[in-house]
């Protein structure tokens, strides 16, 4: 095979995937998953693989049709990442690097990547100079927000699939009952089991720092997005007052968002989410400036590709494990001893069972 790569097109195909547990949180509810596969195809015969989170069924064929004019636009094209993200960032500067246009770029980057290591015949990590290695990972699929006295047995479900941590959704309208929530989870899995905690973005600033302090004792690993993503320095007055590291990062849509929250003290921790940070492109350029911060980095979602990049990431924390792709994979992860294990398989260990595509295809 020739060194050189051209891209043929990138196809979008949106599905809705089963969750095997539906998840509560204060922003609404989630029972299936809203995904658009994209494949890289290649003149060369390669195809790289991977998807994006819509979020909701409403953005489906948005994204489908963003990425279906971005491949317009690189057909022919060399398949080198870097070029492939240069040349976007600068066709869609003026419409905004965000939103719609942010996640179709990311997910071109990622099945770009795929797309390149098949062709090196190498597994992702190995391509970007790392090697894959167990990654600690934390149960983050249940656990939303539930009766306090049902948090228990799930907790203990999530634990028994082989983790060794979990995280839990909180945000009731009385703060005492997260507090019961917290402290039925911990009793149902034990002290060596890590617990974090996700606020999803619903508390005001005042009422965050008095609902922190209340969880100060309970020995969570992190309390996650407490008030609006973006709100840098409410987020800051919380980290100070709080004795519990502070997590931000999943809405970061750059690296230039983090280097700004970072500049504001905004966090203790940050965890971008590969899809908003700008693909694999995207997250190494974020996992340098965490480095160059000495801040730990954690992930958000999209596990398979995340195992990759955690692996190249030189203050890597903990990795957020979901199954949401799985229905739709020929090849699930693999977990145990609460860490997943990046595929040794060329690519990101992203492939599709068509079967199932077949079944769950919309639009």
């Known amino acids: 095979m020739s060194d050189i790569i051209r891209i043929k097109r990138f196809v979008a195909r949106a599905v809705m995937a089963p969750m095997s547990l539906p998840l509560q949180t204060r922003s609404g509810a989630v029972a299936t998953a809203p995904l658009v596969l994209i494949d890289c195809e290649t003149e060369q015969g390669v195809s790289g693989h991977g998807y994006i989170f819509a979020l909701t069924p409403a953005a489906l064929k948005s994204l489908a049709e963003m990425v279906k004019a971005m491949s317009d636009l690189l057909i022919g094209d060399e398949l080198v990442p870097f070029e492939i993200e240069r040349k976007l960032t600068q066709k869609f500067t003026l419409l905004g690097l965000a939103g719609v246009q942010r996640l179709a770029q990311s ?205 190249v990431t030189p203050t890597a924390h903990w990795l957020e494990y979901v199954d949401w792709a799985d229905a739709v994979l020929q090849q699930p992860m693999m977990v145990k001893d609460g860490h997943v294990m990046p595929t040794e398989q060329p690519g990101s260990g992203v492939q599709w069972d068509e079967k199932a595509v077949a079944k769950y295809l919309v639009g």
């Open 107 to 311: 997910g071109i980057d990622i099945a770009a990547w795929d797309a390149l290591a098949r062709a090196r015949n190498l597994p992702l990590a190995r391509l970007l100079g790392g090697v894959p290695k167990p990654v600690p990972a934390y149960n983050s699929k249940g656990l939303g927000i539930m009766p306090v006295d049902k948090v228990g047995d799930e907790a203990a479900r999530l634990v028994g699939e082989g983790f060794r941590a979990v995280k839990i959704r909180l945000g009731r309208s009385d703060a005492n009952d997260d507090l019961k929530a917290v402290r039925a989870v911990r009793k149902a899995v034990g002290d060596e089991v890590s617990l974090m905690c996700d606020y999803n973005q619903s508390l005001t600033v005042n009422d965050a720092i008095r609902r922190c302090r209340m969880l100060d004792d309970e020995g969570l690993v992190w309390i996650e997005e407490p008030v609006r993503h973006d709100d840098y320095d409410g987020c800051a007055r919380i980290a100070a007052a709080s004795r519990t590291p502070i997590q931000i990062g999943e809405n970061f849509d750059s690296a230039f968002a983090m280097q700004a929250a970072i500049a504001r003290n905004a966090s203790d921790l940050v965890m971008p989410d590969v899809q908003r940070i700008g693909g694999v492109t995207g997250w190494l350029r974020a996992a340098a400036l965490a480095h160059a911060n000495g801040i730990e980095m954690s992930t958000h979602l999209f596990s398979e590709v995340s195992a990759h990049l955690m692996t």
